[in-house]
């Protein structure tokens, strides 16, 4: 999708740098859309919300992130890279 906006605009195709930037730049544009005031005070201070039983809680919104060297789940044997299982 982002090279062929690109090649509708600028007439050509985009470096492999020239798109990991620009994806790079979509990534943050859309955390600052996320990350809006309303969204940083309910982080900070948390969300009041009723709950079906009538009880009332204070929720905080949070972001679950999963990141991995995938070097880790590798491991040498011999002549070969066998994955670690």
């Not at 020239?18 to 005031?37: D, Q, S, V, Y």
């Not at 940083?40 to 990141?67: K, L, N």
Request: charge should be negative; proline fraction near 4%; glycine fraction near 4%.
């Amino acid at each position: 999708m982002i090279q062929d906006f690109y090649k509708e605009n600028f007439g050509t195709t985009a470096s492999q740098a020239t798109l990991t930037h620009l994806k790079r730049e979509l990534m943050h544009t859309i955390w600052e859309l996320i990350l809006n005031n309303k969204f940083m005070e309910a982080y900070e201070h948390g969300i009041m919300i009723e709950c079906p039983d009538g009880v009332s809680w204070q929720f905080y919104p949070w972001f679950f992130s999963y990141s991995t060297d995938y070097l880790e789940k590798w491991v040498f044997n011999d002549m070969f890279y066998v994955p670690f299982i």
